[in-house]
């Protein structure tokens, strides 16, 4: 007899009723954010690519493309691979590999579906050509600037243009123009401050551009941009396609920062967590114990927030994380009498959902208070 | 045709043909960590019962057991199953649990296996006892006091015996003594700081030991302890049996305790990432890229060590993580001829085990220079 685990949720079960800590989609709320980032792209008339090291979920993946995305971007080749299984035809691999066994794989994707990649020197383009010749696909290429970010990308035009020479003289690279990324960019807290830091950064993208044409290379595609600065990306003028993540889910961090016009997104993700223990509320300061820490979400970007029936909680604070333990407090004013009982759920907003989503593997998406579906994050882990 | 993945590595393969990012174990430093924490226990005359949380890992557990461990902690019911399919006979989970699913998932496992769970709350010992009636099978239970970590546990002894009545209470219950456990203590950096704060909490323990006793109620066991205490918990007279994780590994952090005697541990395990980017080395501030970040290490408790041929990079460090990119500089005083070329593949000392271990599917064991073994990190994403 073989011990199976049972789900954390089937299909039709009040959300109450979720074996915890599980990932929990509320689905309303998705497919507001979803229609939200489509509509503002389809106003500008820049393509939208978004993210899909965010969800790493083929279903959430397909939803957005039925909107009107063009495909989607992977950070690693590996990541691609379950969403090439699902029937996603267009993928962008945001990011410089190293290696042969990840040009490899890129090339037999290739075979199945329309594959770019970054590069940032020239060896990766001679990587990315025995590869692609040894597999018989093409592989589309993009050079990646550096817009101020300081970790991948060309500093300027001419080291692009030698990029572009070095990727023209293989028959089997497609040159498809530029990445232009800056992550900080996205957490610039002030709207008027981050609207001032993206246009210097859309500055030095559309100086390379214009460079490149002078030279006689026209950029098919200008590739970049995230959930925080998407407003100020559109309206820039200077990207063919946006590349944005978390405003599937919104981040607890991107709470903090403030938005001054329509677009906006909404908390979609939770963990939910049950109490587990109220027996420190008894002699020592108020608090209770969750089920759900470290191994059940990334406090890289800060703690998760306590969620209650109507928004943020306004009176608890989870406070700290262990391996599997989260303490929850009363906020400052209010009392013991606040937190919730033993064996209650709770709801936690992550404070990064990337990573997050990265520990799971499957979210249980909720329509009002039932459970209506139960997705694979099939490329969980894929980080090769 | 389905496109495969190929492996991260296969066994006889160099270490250096590792795809990455990739969780390396060092077998050699591995074996002689369980060594040097078995010949402790053993010459205290405790038993030693390792914590499966840190590795997650049924081919390590078996390992600790053949050299004389006494069975494993889990930190949750779900965590249990792969270890007791695997074929471990006695697992105590180290922690309350909340909720009827997990108390039934609990009690299958009782039928299989020794279990034991703790409690802290009279309704935990009712839906323990609920559960193991329906199963037919005894659930082992220990009360949890809290001796300063003030997360878990009942506050003192009158809260501890009535507890242990309630539990003689049923009889599918078999009450089998206390766990005492504070995760601070094991990171409280001086040695002699470190024992003092562990003869405290010791007092503490002894104190409910002896309350019981005199109530009538004998600790057939007495649980706890970690890697940063072993050996002032195995010299304090008070457990019975110890359950110390990541001596195995050993994590970045442990690495700034002062260790006064002889029980060291030394790092067996390592990300292996590969310099993915080094356009930036020219004209800015000088800097490689690695592939291994936020997805594939956790950096909760710092980031991780950069690590070379002889032991730490004297060189060079990790400076900050994304979700996919390290960035990895000089130190002050080196120059950028320190840096790794690209393509090189580069060691990495996570900052804290536990929860890097939950992100990978596979742990790849060498062998001096050759991959000797391919580990399923079976109990992955089990946190519930």
Not at 139 to 167: K, M, N, S, T, Y
């Amino acid at each position: 007899m073989t011990i199976l685990i049972p789900p954390a949720a089937s299909v039709g079960q009040p959300a109450g009723a979720i074996d915890t800590p599980a990932l929990v989609l509320d689905l309303d709320v998705f497919e507001r954010n979803l229609a939200r980032m489509q509509q503002a792209a389809d106003r500008a008339g820049v393509k939208l690519r978004p993210h899909a090291k965010a969800h790493k979920t083929p279903a959430i993946a397909l939803a957005q493309i039925a909107r009107g995305a063009v495909g989607i971007c992977c950070q690693k080749v590996s990541e691609a691979v379950p969403f090439v299984r699902a029937g996603v035809t267009d993928i962008h691999i945001s990011n410089e590999i190293a290696g042969p066994a990840k040009a490899a794989l890129l090339a037999q994707l290739a075979l199945r579906a329309r594959m770019s990649v970054c590069v940032d020197d020239a060896r990766q383009v001679a990587e990315l050509a025995a590869a692609a010749a040894r597999a018989g696909s093409t592989i589309g290429v993009l050079v990646e600037i550096d817009i101020g970010q300081g970790r991948c990308g060309v500093a300027d035009a001419p080291a692009a243009l030698h990029l572009v020479q070095a990727i023209r003289a293989h028959g089997q690279l497609a040159f498809r123009g530029l990445q232009a990324y800056h992550g900080g960019l996205q957490h610039v807290r002030g709207a008027a401050e981050r609207a001032r830091a993206v246009a210097a950064a859309g500055a030095r993208t559309a100086a390379v551009v214009a460079a490149l044409a002078e030279a006689g290379v026209a950029c098919e595609t200008v590739t970049g941009g995230g959930s925080g600065s998407a407003e100020f990306d559109l309206a820039g003028g200077v990207y063919t396609e946006l590349q944005p993540g978390s405003y599937v889910f919104m981040d607890g961090d991107y709470g903090s920062n403030e938005y001054g016009g329509a677009l906006c997104f909404e908390y979609s993700l939770f963990v939910a967590s049950t109490v587990m223990s109220v027996a420190a509320a008894h002699g020592a300061a108020p608090r209770v114990v969750v089920d759900a820490g470290l191994k059940s979400l990334a406090v890289d970007s800060g703690l998760p927030l306590a969620w209650g029936a109507q928004g943020r909680s306004a009176t608890l604070d989870y406070v700290a994380a262990n391996d599997e333990h989260g303490i929850v407090e009363p906020r400052a004013g209010a009392t013991a009498a606040a937190l919730p009982a033993l064996g209650s759920q709770m709801l936690l907003v992550p404070g990064h959902c990337d990573p997050t989503l990265n520990l799971y593997d499957e979210i249980v998406g909720i329509r009002g208070q039932a459970v209506a579906s139960l997705w694979p994050v099939a490329a969980r882990g894929l980080s090769r």
